[in-house]
């Protein structure tokens, strides 16, 4: 088992910035990628951005240039640092974990409200 705790979302004005962070517990010898996801009002959840454990990065498109993941391996957190929010990245965030023996992990996810 694994476990996701995530922290860090809150309420926050166009231009603001907020970091999100994920801390994983339980198995997490054999969790390679990590990455988080949005879920907008109405839409499916999206990936934003994920990282492998040796450090590949991939993001969405609309946060190109905006938004940057790094992972801490010593400490098995995952970060989420979001600068230049949009009212169009509200939404709940979750962070996943895939296990390479198990599959994925979900955390319970952190809600984002960027105001116009």
């Known amino acids: 088992q694994v476990q996701l705790v995530e922290s860090g979302g809150g309420l926050v004005q166009a231009g603001g910035s907020l970091r999100l962070s994920c801390a994983a517990s339980?198995?997490?010898?054999?969790?390679?990628?990590m990455g988080w996801y949005c879920q907008a009002p109405g839409k499916q959840r999206e990936l934003v951005a994920e990282?492998?454990?040796?450090?590949?990065?991939n993001y969405a498109d609309s946060v190109k240039g905006r938004f940057a993941i790094s992972r801490d391996n010593t400490k098995n957190t995952v970060y989420l640092q979001m600068n230049r929010l949009k009212p169009e990245d509200t939404g709940v965030y979750y962070c996943?974990?895939?296990?390479?023996?198990?599959?994925?992990?979900w955390g319970q996810g952190t809600q984002v409200t960027v105001s116009s």
């Open positions: 996943k974990a895939e296990h390479i023996v198990v599959g994925s992990y």
């Open positions: 339980g198995r997490i010898f054999s969790i390679n990628n």
């Open positions: 990282i492998t454990r040796g450090g590949i990065i």
